[in-house]
């Protein structure tokens, strides 16, 4: 989940819990999201993914909340337009993921992996990113994915340049 969520939809959380403030039940299923493939090339080689499509508030905002498996070919892109610096938390997210923070121009500038399931510690971009790629923890050790690899997907590809 995103840190920085508007405090309309925070107050909204306190008082229904986040998953029904964002239109959605606790597991209720990703497949209304929009998807697409997507390729991480580098020195480990090109990897594919099919992953959700997370480019609007709500669907930012909760994210992998709630999702209690992940296969592992699967993941979320998030998409911000105008590219910013994000923080992204744990809140209410059962699995360990690894999150790849991705510059406009598709070059993976930073990696956190195996993030800590249920945790509030803020999980910070090294500057501004157009997107964050979550993937199932261990997929970026398994597959030697690092920082300078990129990132081909549709949806960045259609972001402006900054």
């Not at 939809?9 to 209304?32: D, F, I, K, Y």
């Not at 990696?111 to 157009?130: C, F, K, T």
């Not at 997107?131 to 261990?138: C, M, N, Q, T, Y």
Request: with cysteine; glycine share 12%; charged share 20%.
């Amino acid at each position: 989940m995103i840190k920085r969520a508007g405090w309309l939809l925070a107050m909204a959380c306190l008082l229904t819990g986040p998953a029904q403030a964002a239109g959605q039940r606790p597991g209720a299923s990703l497949e209304h999201l929009p998807s697409e493939s997507l390729e991480v090339h580098g020195a480990g080689g090109t990897h594919r993914f099919t992953v959700w499509i997370a480019d609007d508030f709500e669907s930012r905002a909760r994210g992998l909340m709630f999702v209690r498996e992940l296969d592992p070919g699967r993941g979320m892109l998030f998409l911000f337009d105008p590219p910013e610096q994000v923080g992204f938390w744990m809140r209410n997210t059962y699995l360990s993921l690894d999150l790849l923070f991705i510059t406009p121009g598709g070059r993976i500038v930073n990696i956190i992996e195996r993030a800590r399931p249920l945790s509030l510690d803020s999980l910070e971009s090294d500057g501004a990113v157009a997107g964050v790629l979550e993937l199932l923890a261990g997929t970026v050790a398994r597959l030697g994915i690092r920082p300078g690899d990129r990132v081909v997907s549709p949806s960045l590809t259609a972001l402006p340049e900054s």
